[in-house]
């Protein structure tokens, strides 16, 4: 018993000591805590990979030159895998365990609905790199997103079809919180735009073929395709549709962004048509353009350190972080709520999606004219012009 | 529907039927002669494809098949020496759970090997776009090797377990362990094949896919699942009612998407599933008629 009692009164000895040698450190020189949940893995990877690679890049350059009004920055990533059951787990772990300042990510729309209103009620500040405009209308206070809106891309692909003189549209969309968030926005503003949809499907998200669908699709005598996904799928529908002899032309989101995508549609690829950011054709913009000299350093930095092409994905990391240090800086101090309200004052910020202007209406800060409609040429990137 | 349009569906479903029949071979081989389900089998077909597309990139693409298949035969040999054979008195479900582990075990190794990227074989012939008709509908040449190889591996297998000796001696294991050990087979030796039969299958099949469906390091587990509603569907142990399943089940597959919305497609498999294991666990083809098919 008397041994016993000995370990224990050992044992919290020792603690004791460790917690003082771990306050010995001095509080000035604490770092800045900030989450991230990245889907680095699974079928979201081709977004969070350069997603999580952008931020640690972005962060340790910080860092170099001295962090913000004289504190560092300390990145937390987490890989959720692409699911939402991890982020909301891996949420809760950042805000209760590590007690970050705020949370940048998760990777996918799905996700991000998943925990909008964990956030919200924690009072967490999430700076999302998801899509869907479900996560920023309505408005949550603390809840921002860095990618354009997915009306804005709707609208810029009907305007292009119109000038096309397409009118019957066929769309297929991934089964998940980004298909499902466009496919909403395609449907609700069809009308109005004077484009009938003839037949709105959506797929697995892990789907390996899809020809049985184009094939229905085909069947309805359509004049173009609209495939609205974030998955690999991408570069499946562009393949199967010349494989069945499906020869319209093929309008993908904003999701479509990762020349990886383009790669694995091979031949195929070639013509497809989709609204993005500016960052993929950087290097044909005129040097007068505002974005120009973010988007070449971030291209030039990014593709030095990782050897592979940059992707639109890993520009919204870039802009959430530059965001929240933008606020940090404005604010003074790391204080939750004193960084929030500086972010909902933030205009003018230069970013790789556009110009960014936030206000308490408008936690996303983008409009229609943060996208150019992109064309695929001889398997790259390239303004679409018809 | 028109006339060239089901021919369509049907290419749509024979082809990713015959997929599912052939990852069902691969569970079938190894329960005919251990009695368990092997849930590694999606893995095999995903380190085949893997690895003959790194290859790809320094051989020709035969020897890079080649090579890549004989490298995931070895890994089904290694994985049965280092798991299964040392716990060879334990119960059925220790040894199926055990295969679980090792598809998670496999699954983050390629994630570590490769990465998460999406990679893909280069068409066998032609390219992305060419498309050849049949009958009226458009398929990729590669929908042609797919059946072509399938065919070719069943009809392999039929003379092999038929014809040669080691073939009717993983039979005979399969049909009784202790009397073909008393007829002086070497049934360990015979397990051990067995995996790396499966493997080898697997590897096949993961690469003539590859072109068509793409390959990522976490694709087998939903291979796994159809191939194994296809070795249930057809009774387990019986390799050619495997094939007539995977075929039904892609054809069903197909023809539910041109009736009702592609998300119910997913479904269908595991509703099949279902209702086979809670009425009929013997699969279409009973208890009697695998005997029958397996003597043929």
Redo the contacts between chains.
Sequence with gaps: MKTQFAKILCVVTLGLILGLLGCGKGPEAKPIKVGALFAVTGKASNLGAPEAKTAEMFVNKLNERGGINGQKIQLIVKDTGGTKENAVSMTKQLIEEEQVLAIIGPSTSGETMGIKDICQEAKMILLSCAAAETIVNPVASYVFKTPQKDSDAVKLIYKTMKAKGISKVGIIASNDGFGMAGTVQLQKLAEENGIVIAISESYDGQATDLTDVLTKIKGKDIQAVINWSIVPAQSLVAKNMKQIGLDVPLFQSHGFGNIKYVQAGGEAANGTIFPCGRLLIADVLPDNHPQKAVLTQYKKDYEDQYKEDVSTFGGHAYDAILILTEAIKKAGSPDRDKVRDAIENLSGIVGTAGVFNFSAMDHNGLCMDAFEMLTVKDGKFALYNP | ??YP?IV??C???I??GSIYAIVGIGFNIIYNTTGIINFAQGEFLIVGAMTAISFSQFFPLPVAIGMAILITILLGGLVEITFIRQVRNASILRLIIITIGISILIREAM?HIW????R?LPYFTG?????V?VLG????PQVLWVLGVCAVIVLGLTLFFKYTLTGRAMRACADDRMAARLCGINDRWMVTLSFMLSAGIGAIAGCI?SP???T?Y??GA?LAIKGFTAAILGGLGNSMAAVAAGLFLGLM??FM??QF???Y??AVSIVILLLILVFRPSGIFGRHEINVLRTM
């Design positions: 529907m028109d349009q369509q569906y290419f749509a479903g082809t990713v994630l990465d998460e990227k999406v893909f390219t992305d776009t060419s498309t008709t509908a458009h398929i990729s896919i068509i469906a793409q990522q976490d694709m939903p597959e197909a998407v041109s919305d592609v998300a497609k997913e």
